[in-house]
């Protein structure tokens, strides 16, 4: 069964903190390229980085120099360390494979930025 548990989201004031973990199945975690896209309202979900089994990684232009990837394959987690955190950072977080598959759409995990 695949299954994708994000956790670790919240509420932060601009400039802040937060490191999102997602827990997933073997099936989907083991040699798969997986990735973090985060969702605002009125937005589509979109991907904003991505770390390969061997450990390269990716990110949108807008989240480099405050947003690290990383994972633990003999855990099956996929972490994101989210730093300098502003506004337009809200939105909830979701873990996938990349390219994304579909079916293993976890709940996600809220991220609000304010003051």
């Known amino acids: 069964q695949v299954q994708l548990v994000e956790s670790g989201g919240g509420l932060v004031q601009p400039g802040g903190s937060l490191r999102l973990s997602c827990a997933a199945s073997?099936?989907?975690?083991?040699?798969?390229?997986m990735g973090w896209y985060r969702q605002a309202p009125g937005k589509q979900r979109d991907l904003v980085a991505s770390?390969?089994?061997?450990?390269?990684?990716n990110y949108v232009d807008s989240v480099k120099g405050r947003f690290t990837i990383s994972r633990d394959n003999a855990k099956n987690m996929v972490y994101l360390q989210m730093n300098s955190l502003k506004p337009e950072d809200t939105a909830v977080y979701y873990c996938?494979?990349?390219?994304?598959?579909?079916?293993?759409w976890g709940r996600g995990t809220q991220v609000t930025v304010s003051s």
């Open positions: 996938n494979k990349f390219p994304y598959y579909t079916p293993a």
């Open positions: 073997g099936s989907i975690f083991r040699a798969n390229t």
């Open positions: 770390i390969t089994n061997g450990g390269s990684t």
